[in-house]
């Protein structure tokens, strides 16, 4: 057999860096792309036929554009960049469930308060607000950068009850990194959303926190247990 037509295993390491790297571009790219549209990330479908690639955000009809163009361009876009064929990708956008539970979309709304000269305690305030209004566990933004002063200094601001470690950390928290450039530097936006517990999985997350303990209710009987007295040992003699 020729060694041009026989066919190599591809290394599983470059496969995993190549996948890396392509989800990498493509997300940065459609953050820029579609920051008004309340961008909060991708999910990516791989099948013999075609590739998918679900976009979620916050307002579908920004993503979709007039009669569907936005999203054509796009698809247009991706196809040209990653060397795709003709219809061998397509372009989907889901809607987010709950808009406040989505950390990249605060992100995104704490970002545009700050373009628009909004003071960053009252920015922060506003947002965790409307998270635990949506029924959120906890919130917490982290705003970095030069506030106002020479100096670049960070400011937390926090409610609610907040996991930072372990497994649960994985499981519950939403995270998400916005940069708002202005004239004097960059500033960084961070939010941390505690998802509740929901055994459906549309509002929170399937699975139970380590320390959760249910107390349940104890159960009534009907019939009264039979209480038995041993007898006395002179009344058995």
Do not use: W
């Not at 698809?75 to 889901?94: C, I, N």
């Amino acid at each position: 057999m020729d060694r041009k037509t026989q066919i190599r295993p591809m290394n599983k390491k470059k496969k995993f860096v190549a996948d890396g790297v392509f989800h990498a571009e493509l997300h940065t790219f459609l953050t820029r792309a579609l920051a008004s549209a309340g961008y909060a990330g991708i999910e990516i479908r791989v099948t013999p036929v075609k590739t998918e690639i679900r976009i979620k955000a916050a307002k579908v009809q920004d993503v979709l554009g007039q009669e569907g163009q936005k999203i054509r361009e796009l698809t247009s876009l991706v196809q040209k960049r990653f060397g795709y064929a003709p219809d061998a990708v397509d372009l989907k956008v889901a809607s987010i469930f709950k808009k406040g539970m989505c950390a990249a979309a605060q992100a995104e709304i704490v970002k545009f308060k700050l373009l628009k000269g909004v003071p960053v305690r009252m920015a922060a305030i506003s947002v965790i607000r409307n998270v635990i209004k949506e029924g959120a566990r906890g919130c917490e933004v982290i705003i970095s950068g030069k506030l106002r002063q020479q100096r670049a200094k960070s400011m937390k601001f926090k409610q609610g009850y907040m996991i930072c470690t372990g497994q649960p950390k994985l499981d519950f928290l939403d995270i998400a990194v916005r940069h708002v450039s202005f004239k004097q530097g960059i500033m960084g936006v961070k939010v941390k959303i505690m998802l509740p517990q929901d055994p459906t999985g549309k509002a929170g997350v399937k699975a139970i926190l380590p320390d959760h303990v249910d107390i349940r209710d104890p159960k009534e009987d009907d019939e009264e247990p039979e209480i038995r007295t041993a007898a006395p040992a002179a009344a058995q003699q």
